[in-house]
């Protein structure tokens, strides 16, 4: 973990004035990663045009590489088979890194919550930074969120970064598809639970996937 930065260096104003100018350059330099989900990457692309254009922001740069992107824009339906995908091309990404979830379907899966092939947001498996409501939000809506999070980076210290620790960053692990997602995270919750059920339900349930 990251040491206390010492009481008396927390307002020197060297390092605010360092982290300041360090915070502006990385909210007007980022590149995020090229791709889209769904209908949500139209109005992503809308954003991108000449009429709302987020190169105003030094954005314009959409990176075909996650090794030179900083910024993950999750637009659309994130569905069970694209999960172990979109977590490895985040794992990929350089830190400091951040995602943008846009629209219903990637915050809480839309119209399809609860599909058998649709993941209840992509929160459940990414950290997400900011949230952009709609189905699907309009790109003044989309803009926003970019805001938001020049909010957030303009108000974070370098000095306690994670990035800049002396402890490696683990990698997320990529869920495992079959008949269903399986997060490793969960691995010892889902073996408690195995272990904890009755005998007779565990054969239950055999006989059941067996019919």
């Known amino acids: 973990m990251t040491e ?14 360092l982290n300041s100018i360090y915070n502006w350059g990385r909210r007007g330099s980022m590149w995020p990663m090229m791709f889209g989900l769904a209908c949500c990457a139209i109005e ?20 075909a590489s996650p090794r030179q992107a900083d910024l993950m824009l999750v637009s659309g339906t994130v569905t069970k088979k694209m999960v172990p995908q979109i977590v490895r091309l985040y794992n990929q990404m ?4 951040y995602v943008i979830a846009m629209g219903a379907c990637a915050i809480s899966g839309g119209p399809f919550k609860e599909g058998y092939n649709v993941v209840s947001g992509v929160d459940k498996f990414l950290p997400v ?31 306690r970064s ?16 079959g008949p ?14 195995t272990a904890q059920a009755e005998p007779s339900e565990v054969e239950a349930e055999a006989v059941a996937e067996k019919a």
């Open 162 to 177: 994670r990035w800049y620790g002396k402890d490696p960053i683990p990698e997320i692990p990529v869920p495992i598809y």
């Open 94 to 97: 350089p830190e400091p890194k």
């Open 4 to 17: 206390e930065m010492p009481e008396e260096l927390k307002n020197n104003i060297f390092f605010t004035t």
């Open 129 to 159: 930074d900011v949230y952009v409501p709609g189905c699907p939000p309009r790109p003044e809506a989309f803009i926003q969120g970019f805001m938001l999070l020049h909010e957030k980076v303009m108000g974070e210290d370098f000095r």
């Open 180 to 193: 269903d997602l399986v997060d490793l995270r969960q691995a010892e919750q889902i073996r408690e639970r």
């Open 44 to 63: 992503m692309i809308g954003a991108a045009a000449s009429r709302f254009d987020f190169s105003r922001f030094g954005m314009e740069i959409m990176r």
